[in-house]
């Protein structure tokens, strides 16, 4: 299984950007997925997170208002729009299924920066 995270890159700050997370997963629509972000020296956190129908969606209070997660099943793909990104948005993004919603995430992809700069 792969997860292929891109549309990473450097963009200013209140600019905006759209991860995509290409998942080669036959059974990707009974996946919860979710985006975690890890920044320099801090701890990874979940940014965003997606039911497996697409119907249910949380955030993490720092994105909340500027990020939107969203799938395409017969794609076999998760998104992420930012916008209005700030410096504190700066940090390697990855893509992770979550099969059961339980915290336990089977499957990584292998992460894209993305750095706002002010």
């Known amino acids: 299984v792969q997860l292929q995270a891109s549309g990473g890159g450097l963009v200013q700050a209140g600019g905006s950007l759209r991860l995509s997370c290409a998942a080669s997963?036959?059974?990707?629509?009974?996946?919860?997925m979710c985006w975690f972000r890890q920044a320099p020296g801090k701890e990874r956190e979940v940014v965003a997170r997606?039911?497996?129908?697409?119907?249910?969606?949380n955030y993490a209070d720092s994105v909340k208002g500027r990020y939107t997660i969203s799938r395409d099943n017969a794609k076999n793909t998760v998104y992420l729009q930012m916008n209005s990104l700030k410096s504190e948005d700066t940090a390697v993004y990855y893509c992770?299924?979550?099969?059961?919603?339980?915290?336990?995430?089977?499957?990584w992809g292998q992460g894209t920066q993305v750095t706002v700069s002010s």
């Open positions: 997963l036959r059974t990707f629509s009974s996946y919860d």
């Open positions: 992770a299924t979550d099969r059961w919603n339980d915290g336990v995430y089977e499957y």
């Open positions: 997606i039911s497996w129908g697409g119907s249910s969606t």
